[in-house]
């Protein structure tokens, strides 16, 4: 066993949390695909998204004072819109949070507030890399997370992250997930944030992944 920590050693620290990443949602993909095991799982998810967000901005350089208050907007800006969301039903549609979220404020969880900030984060670093103006990033960025919503919503549903009033996903909520994240978007990019995360990008394809499989295995 010593000699296994040995080697771990020499691989970067970002290359391991990148590992642990796989492997971690490999065995929680797995886990909701049992039937005997997703329960379990399903009660685990709030821990696992707060795990995976941690070391996500564990990772993330230089913190700064700037960063921590555009984040805590951004999370803050997230978690009241889905309470407007729950409470009016204007915002994405009628729809109502199940249990798979963990505990929650005026029928809303906490950690859906960090959820829009760890995606809006990680699509923001993507867009950083791309040769585009600031406009066509924005749309860019929200057109990306209108896909991962797309590709997350079946499986939301299946596993009570998440119901719809009527059973059906209304298209508001694509388009509410578009302004949003183009509005937090741009609040990033007027504030002129700069920052490094090499784990960020891949944690977020690691869950679009994650909720792929999910999609065949749990949906179907």
């Known amino acids: 066993m010593e000699a296994v920590f040995d080697r771990l050693k020499v691989y970067p620290r970002e290359s391991l949390i990148r ?22 799982f399903i009660q685990l998810m709030p821990f696992s998204l707060l795990l995976s967000m941690g070391l996500m901005f564990w990772m993330h350089n230089k913190w700064k004072t700037q960063h921590i208050i555009i984040f805590l907007l951004i999370a803050l800006i997230g978690f009241s819109v889905e309470i407007a969301g729950v409470l009016t039903g204007v915002v994405f549609g009628e729809y109502s949070y199940g249990r798979a979220l963990g505990f929650k404020i005026l029928g809303t969880p906490p950690l859906i507030g960090l959820n829009w900030l760890m995606l809006v984060y990680a699509v923001f670093l993507m ?9 066509l990033k924005i749309i860019t960025g929200a057109s990306i997370m209108v896909v991962y919503d797309i590709i997350m919503e079946p499986v939301a549903i299946r596993l009570d992250m998440w119901s719809w009033g009527g059973g059906s996903i209304p298209i508001q909520n694509y388009i509410a997930w578009f302004v949003i994240s183009a509005v937090m978007l741009s609040i990033m990019f007027s504030a002129g944030l700069k920052y490094k995360n090499k784990v960020a990008i891949t944690l977020f394809f690691v869950q679009m992944a994650f909720f792929l499989i999910l999609n065949l295995t749990v949906v179907q």
């Open 19 to 40: 590992i642990v990443y796989v492997i971690f949602f490999a065995v929680g993909a797995a886990g909701l695909s049992i039937q005997y095991t997703r329960e379990l």
């Open 127 to 135: 867009l950083n890399k791309m040769k585009l103006s600031v406009f």
